[in-house]
């Protein structure tokens, strides 16, 4: 678990207000992925090997599909357990939780602090390599349609 700072933001397009953790200024291979239901985890790239299980997903696999990922636009579908609710994470742009709109005003620090647990992938770890590359290849599909 680690604290983060939350910022007040505003959305220029529906007027809703909420907060969102941020990462410091000096948080190279960190990020905080969010779910659709607003839930919000912590993951160290250096800490934590499955991003780099699927960096070399990637690699070993560029010349058997056509569409290239980056690996920030997979990874939390792709091997992280879903939220209390059933969401998926994601890395993403901060965005309104109301109307998903990332036209955004973002305020000061609030003095407010929140602890983020780190994310899991304990459906991830029980597969085999076959099938890991199968939903690769499953999450790859998505993206190309």
Known sequence: ??????IKYKCLNCDASFFVP???????????LESDSGEFK??????DPTY???????????????VQPDVQSIYGQLVCDPD??????????TSCPKCRS?????????EQ???LALLTHDKWDLL??????????????KIEH
């Open 84 to 93: 209390s609710k059933g969401f998926q994470f994601s890395i993403r742009k």
């Open 1 to 6: 678990m680690k604290y983060f700072n939350l």
């Open 42 to 47: 912590y993951l160290n790239t250096f800490e």
């Open 113 to 115: 602090k929140i602890c």
């Open 102 to 110: 990332i036209n955004l005003n973002s305020g000061s620090v609030t």
């Open 52 to 66: 780099q299980e699927v960096i070399k997903l990637i690699e070993e696999n560029k010349d058997k599909i056509r």
């Open 22 to 32: 941020e990462l410091s200024d000096f948080s190279y291979g960190e990020f905080i």
């Open 128 to 141: 085999d390599k076959k099938t890991k590359l199968l939903l690769y290849i499953q999450q790859i599909t």
